[in-house]
Antibody
Framework: VQLVQSGAEVKKPGASVKVSCKAS????????MQWVRQAPGQRLEWMGW????????KYSQKFQGRVTITRDTSANTGFMEVSGLRSEDTAVYFC??????????WGQGTMVTVSS | QSALTQPASVSGSPGQSITISCTGT?????????VSWYRQHPDKAPKLMIY???KRPSGVSNRFSGSKSGNTSSLTISGLQAEDEADYYC???????????FGGGTKLTVL
């Protein structure tokens, strides 16, 4: 199992960013994909998830309306987009496979820096 | 609730055992036997160490064990090794098992 994320991004306040997570080594549509972020020196923060099979999504209330999680089953890839970026969104964003109600494999993380 | 409650730091000497607690509420930790634990070394992705309260993924040492009582779950590491020095996070399902919440994290120092 491998999850490979897109590279680091630098964005201005108010912009949007879309992070990708390409999965390999397992049946992509048989598992959910989770998104978690970690601000510098801070704790892990759950953002939301997508059922890669049927596309059902659920978001943390904190990110509802500003975060969109999608997937492309033909490319075995998940996506997480954050709009209206602010400095507090500077963080490493992780994707993770979800199995048995836990996150069993993780991507390497994508650093998103929001700065004017 | 913003995060499950963990001690900020714990420490132990090589060979000793330590326990990290994770306290939630009756809406998360207390409702489901779906607590998981993650180890994170600096600038690395987290690694799953325990799932469903007390189950170990393949490849994880049996020095790691988990338990739960009421609204508190615990991770015990026996036979501490230098490589165990890291941040540890608990995580629980909440809201009808459709959402998750992490703990604040605990820094383990191996003296």
């Amino acid at each position: 199992v491998q999850l490979v994320q897109s590279g680091a991004e630098v964005k201005k306040p108010g912009a949007s960013v879309k992070v990708s997570c390409k999965a390999s080594g397992y049946s992509f549509t048989s598992y959910a994909m989770q998104w978690v972020r970690q601000a510098p020196g801070q704790r892990l923060e759950w953002m939301g998830w997508i059922n890669a099979g049927n596309g059902y999504t659920k978001y943390s209330q904190k990110f509802q309306g500003r975060v969109t999680i999608t997937r492309d089953t033909s490319a075995n890839t998940g996506f997480m987009e954050v709009s209206g970026l602010r400095s507090e969104d500077t963080a490493v964003y992780f994707c993770a496979r979800s199995a048995s109600w836990a996150f069993d494999f993780w991507g390497q993380g994508t650093m998103v820096t929001v700065s004017s | 609730q913003s995060a499950l409650t963990q001690p900020a730091s714990v420490s132990g000497s090589p060979g000793q055992s330590i326990t990290i607690s994770c306290t939630g509420t009756s809406s998360d930790v207390g409702s489901f036997d779906l607590v998981s634990w993650y180890r994170q070394h600096p600038d690395k992705a987290p690694k799953l160490m325990i799932y469903e309260v007390n189950k170990r993924p393949s490849g994880v040492s049996n020095r790691f064990s988990g338990s739960k009582s009421g609204n508190t779950s615990s991770l015990t590491i026996s036979g501490l090794q230098a490589e165990d020095e890291a941040d540890y996070y608990c995580c629980s399902c909440t809201s009808r098992r459709t959402q998750w919440i992490f703990g604040g994290g605990t820094k383990l120092t191996v003296l």
